[in-house]
């Protein structure tokens, strides 16, 4: 199976991690894309409440029609 990879690479010298990064499968949907999106936020310790404002993690959401009209126009 292809993979794709993608990586966050900090430029900071710091005693953080410099890299993180993710092997995906090529073939992923959208809603995987946002998975592995939130977990490398958690990742590089952005905060939870953070994380779900940005991403709107809440199970009974409903898709935005408008933005999903934008994506596919």
Do not use: W
């Not at 090529?26 to 592995?36: L, P, R």
């Amino acid at each position: 199976m292809d993979q794709d990879r993608l990586t966050y690479t900090r430029n900071a010298d710091s005693r953080e991690a410099t890299q993180i990064g993710f092997d995906i499968p090529a073939d992923m949907t959208v809603q995987e894309y946002k998975t592995i999106c939130i977990r490398m936020a958690h990742a590089l310790g952005y905060h939870h409440k953070s994380i779900s404002d940005t991403f709107r993690i809440d199970d009974n959401q409903k898709p935005d029609m408008n933005q999903l009209k934008l994506l596919f126009d």
